[in-house]
């Protein structure tokens, strides 16, 4: 369906440069002519754009999109590093096409960018950026989702796999709310397609009701699942001054901190012969590998720590006699922290080359990304709109059913988001809330009822923002 909704309008395309319009042929001749003749998007055509309808709910949009595969791979040198990223990109250049978002593209690495411009008299607002990521975790396969609407009514909730979802606090905090599960045995990719559905239906619902707003940008990413979701991200072309990743997880939760992440690679060389004359010979570094991992301290794993606790992960091992490599992640909230952790590291080296006399190891640490808070307080603008936006539709909640679960407050994440690299990059990027949970598993599901929220956010935020001009 061209701009402008299921109603045909061909005199407003014509008008516009674009062909004449019938039934059931009309997108694939928008979308040809308009790259044939070059036509660049009129700026703000708010004539169509303000005739649209609410197309799709929340819901709608997150169930077309968690059906599409979109697993990335790690330690790919391209990106994105699955082409299938692409069926799904495709799909949101469409929608946003659709949506009256006329300058939609993917780009040949998989980002999608689109532009909704500033209502009149809202153009010195500052251009603001709301980012989700398309691709979903390797850790689970992503492949033929079987999304399940269950309205939850307590207790455990059993999947058709056999496997359950146990009811911890956040399920419990979901009580008589419509909930997507899986079937149990894929992902769902609540992270981050809930995030994806919620700009789109937030940036439906701003145009349908034609609610004043500034330049809104809008960027899908692949490969954040992987460490890549920002390697070849244009910010220049982005052309933000502020963006808010949609990547978080329940209601009032909002993130303005992240780890500080390194990754150390750790390699054993040993000494190889046969083992019946090995005797005071051989240096096995399968074992020296072992030893490696059995220093490393256990009170400090993520197995063992919460908040802003430091920790050291040794997640890979590849070993022989000969030789083995150990691949270990460090993260803390505070760089002494990470000091520590790093010299603990290299203590056990050296503890475990005494050991084991002959060998060789060497230690190397990599920078994956930096703790975002440093730069972000430089900027507290980007935060307290945020926070007042959050406070807004907790207010609303509360007003439509006397009382609200959403209570606003800042939140470290355990973990990275695009946001982390883009501040470090230039753009502060805080990170909201999407409303799902158990995020890289079978369990993982997603309240629709947060989601809702979500979209209410992001209205109220574009709204903070234009208050101000
Ligand atoms: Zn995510």
Redesign the pocket.
Known sequence: MPPGGATCRCIAYTLRGWSVCWPGAAVKIYVRLDKIMNIPPKKNDHATINRQKIMKTALERFLDYVRVETTSQPEQEIVPSTSCQFDLAKILENELRELGLADAAVDEHCYVMATLPATEGKEAVPVIGWIA?LDTAPDVSGKNVNPQVIDYRGGEIGLSSGKTIPEDDALKSCLGHKLVTTDGTTLLGA??KAGIAAIMTALNRLIAENKPHGTLRVCFTPD??VGNGTKLFDLAKFGAKYAYTV?GELPGELNRETFTAKMATITVIGREIHPGTAKGIMINAARVAAEIVALMPKDQAPETTEGYEPYLHPYSIDAGTARATIKSLLRSFHDDDMKKLEIHLEQVIEQVKSQFPGVEITLSFKEQYRNMQERLNDCPEVLEKLEEAARRTARIAKTANGQTDIDPHWKPIRGG?DGSRLTEMGLPTPNIYTGGHN?HSVTEWLSVNHLETTVQTLINLAAVWADDV
Request: overall charge negative; aromatic content about 12%.
């Open positions: 990521h992270d981050n954040e699942e990547d988001t995020f």
